[in-house]
């Protein structure tokens, strides 16, 4: 009995929301991606983000990110042991998202630039634990078709991913 509470409440909220977003340009996008590390270590690893924008122009929207990384890392500098980590990351970005063409093709391409914070949890091989709370950026281009859309993306610290996802409102 329990579960069809929950499923009335997520039903009660949602049907107002997906018809006030059809009014007020509102979408929330959920994504998966998997990526690479790119400057100074080796690695890879899984990406799941939550983004949410509000079209105030016609090309032009304000976009939030919120996103939870986990790569397997090597270090690959020559002065050191090149010990491997796993660096698990929560990046909280704001920003601008501006789409190349019109809203009346089905078919859009855009860019993102966000900014915000990041907090990044490394457990290294020999045991020790590196807290770091920072500043944080994407910068990704993605193509959307209706519900889905693909892209890749630059992230905080030092990731580039390749996402999937799709409109969720």
């Given at each position: 009995?329990k579960y ?5 409440l997520?039903t ?7 018809i006030?977003?059809q009014y ?7 994504s ?6 790119v400057?100074?270590e ?7 983000g939550?983004?949410?924008h509000?079209s105030?122009?016609?090309n ?5 990110m ?15 042991s ?13 920003g601008?998202?501006?789409y ?14 966000l900014?915000?914070l990041?907090k ?23 193509y ?6 693909i892209?890749v ?8 991913f390749?996402?999937f ?5």
């Open positions: 009995m069809i509470y929950i499923i009335y997520i009660i909220i949602c049907i107002p929301l997906k006030h977003a007020k340009k509102i979408g929330v996008d959920l998966l991606g998997v990526g690479t590390a400057f100074f080796d690695g890879s690893g899984v990406v799941l939550l983004n949410s509000y105030f122009g016609k032009t929207s304000i976009e939030s919120a996103t939870y990384s986990i790569m397997h890392k090597k270090e690959n500098f020559i002065f050191t090149k010990r491997s980590s796993i660096s698990k990351n929560l990046n909280l970005l704001i601008i998202r501006q190349f063409n019109n809203p009346e093709n089905k078919k859009r391409f855009f860019i993102n630039a900014f915000g990041s990044v949890q490394k457990t290294y091989s020999d045991g020790n634990i590196k807290n770091i709370f920072d500043k944080a950026l994407s910068i990704g281009l993605y959307e078709q209706k519900p889905y859309l892209g993306g630059l992230e905080s610290p030092d990731y580039l390749l996402r996802g799709f409109s969720i409102l």
